[in-house]
């Protein structure tokens, strides 16, 4: 299983960015979706998830009306738009998958990305 997350960069506040996760090596349509992230110094947070259809979908308090999850079935593929972006936002964003249900806890995620690293500067 390989998720491969991409899409990361330096951009300023207020600017966007899209975050793409491609996923191989399993049934990508039966599996609930998550994107979490770390800051330097703290723990990995939930940012948002979204179920194996794309109908159950849930965010950070943080990121709400800021940040949108989606999926495409046919492409394998999760992505994180990200608008609006503050300074807070900085870290390595991870995307995850889960044969369970889709939770705000990493420990209930079976496979992990590598990360991509969003900047942003105020």
């Known amino acids: 299983v390989q998720l491969q997350a991409s899409g990361g960069g330096l951009v300023q506040a207020g600017d966007s960015l899209r975050l793409s996760c491609a996923a191989s090596?399993?049934?990508?349509?039966?599996?609930?979706m998550g994107w979490f992230r770390q800051a330097p110094g703290k723990e990995r947070e939930f940012v948002a998830r979204?179920?194996?259809?794309?109908?159950?979908?849930d965010y950070q308090d943080s990121v709400k009306g800021r940040f949108t999850i989606s999926r495409d079935n046919a492409k394998n593929t999760v992505y994180l738009q990200m608008n609006k972006l503050k300074p807070e936002d900085t870290a390595i964003y991870y995307c995850?998958?889960?044969?369970?249900?889709?939770?705000?806890?990493?420990?209930?995620?079976?496979?992990w990305g590598q990360g991509t690293l969003v900047t942003v500067s105020s």
């Open positions: 995850a998958a889960t044969s369970g249900p889709a939770t705000t806890y990493s420990k209930s995620y079976n496979y």
């Open positions: 090596g399993l049934a990508f349509s039966s599996y609930n």
């Open positions: 979204i179920s194996y259809a794309g109908r159950g979908i």
